[in-house]
T-cell receptor, first 118, second 117 residues
Framework: AQKITQTQPGMFVQEKEAVTLDCTYD???????LFWYKQPSSGEMIFLIY??????QNATEGRYSLNFQKARKSANLVISASQLGDSAMYFCAMREVYGSGNTGKLIFGQGTTLQVKP | NAGVTQTPKFQVLKTGQSMTLQCAQD?????MSWYRQDPGMGLRLIHY???????DQGEVPNGYNVSRSTTEDFPLRLLSAAPSQTSVYFCASSYGASGVYGTDTQYFGPGTRLTVL
């Protein structure tokens, strides 16, 4: 079974500094996708970035990048130049492959609460 | 392109009442799903659909019904509300059921915060 682990319940970062949010995963599949979502205090779930296991380069989306280390089974999210608006809960997730009784659901980690200090 | 929309944003029900949470997407996505988010429980899948006319149960389907008459809409019906259904409900959609390797991105609606008294 697939599993996502986020070991940092809460983190602080100073505004304009970079921060890394940890994510490790467990899967027996050779090919898979990893996702990061942001949930601000307003409650919505915002897709940030995606990494395919077969992608040779780490994914980047603006100030977000994914430090993907396949051998270590880690997919850490790096936020550069933190802003006050980055304060939120961040979830790492994998997607179950639909079929053979699987629903295609997202499997989430426990989340990390990030607070950006001015 | 509005993405995934949900209505209402907030709802208070009394025990035993029924209601429908609306979800719509304008991205021509085949896969749609409903999750509930509870403190300490994470997001759990309620029901999902892989296309118009096709629905199936997720992890926690009891007390909920769904239908998918069009590609765009996927309403969630609470049959007889109970306090245990107090939660935040998210609708999500993706292009395919998951992609061959679980690579299809799911996009979420803004959520509905439901309180059952």
């Amino acid at each position: 079974a697939q599993k996502i682990t986020q070991t940092q319940p809460g983190m602080f970062v100073q505004e304009k500094e970079a921060v890394t949010l940890d994510c490790t995963y467990d899967t027996s599949d050779q090919s898979y996708g990893l996702f990061w979502y942001k949930q601000p205090s307003s409650g919505e779930m915002i897709f940030l970035i995606y990494q395919g296991s077969y992608d040779e380069q780490n994914a980047t989306e603006g100030r977000y990048s994914l430090n993907f280390q396949k051998a270590r089974k880690s997919a850490n999210l790096v936020i550069s130049a933190s802003q006050l608006g980055d304060s939120a809960m961040y979830f790492c997730a994998m997607r179950e492959v639909y079929g053979s009784g699987n629903t295609g659901k997202l499997i989430f980690g426990q989340g990390t609460t990030l607070q950006v200090k001015p | 392109n509005a993405g995934v929309t949900q209505t209402p944003k907030f709802q208070v029900l009394k025990t035993g009442q029924s209601m429908t949470l609306q979800c719509a997407q304008d991205m021509n996505h085949e896969y749609m799903s409903w999750y509930r988010q509870d403190p300490g429980m994470g997001l759990r899948l309620i029901h999902y659909s892989v296309g118009a006319g096709i629905t199936d149960q997720g992890e926690v389907p009891n007390g909920y019904n769904v239908s998918r008459s069009t590609t765009e809409d996927f309403p969630l019906r609470l049959l007889s509300a109970a306090p245990s259904q107090t939660s935040v409900y998210f609708c999500a959609s993706s292009y395919g059921a998951s992609g061959v390797y679980g690579t299809d991105t799911q996009y979420f609606g803004p959520g509905t915060r439901l309180t059952v008294l």
